[in-house]
């Protein structure tokens, strides 16, 4: 009956263990993608800027 017991407890300890790794790898491929969009953005507005100072300075020019 002992051995039982422990392939039961062992069973649940790994499952509990499976579910952290798999949690981990999830949140970890979301703060992935949010790291990306953020840096698309990032982007997006330093562009953004540059057309907007060539605009200004094209205009003080004039």
Same mark, same amino acid.
């Given at each position: ?6 392939? #039961? /407890?062992?069973? /649940? /300890? ?6 952290? #790794? ?12 949010? #790291? ?10 330093? =562009? ?6 060539? =605009? #200004? ?6």
């Amino acid at each position: 009956m002992t051995p039982i017991i422990y392939a #039961i /407890v062992a069973l /649940v /300890v790994g499952l509990a263990i499976g579910y952290f #790794i798999a949690k981990s790898i999830v949140e970890k491929g979301k703060a992935s993608q949010l #790291i990306a969009d953020a840096q698309k953005e990032a982007k997006s507005l330093i =562009k953004e800027a540059q057309v907007e100072g060539e =605009k #200004i300075k094209n205009e003080k020019n004039v």
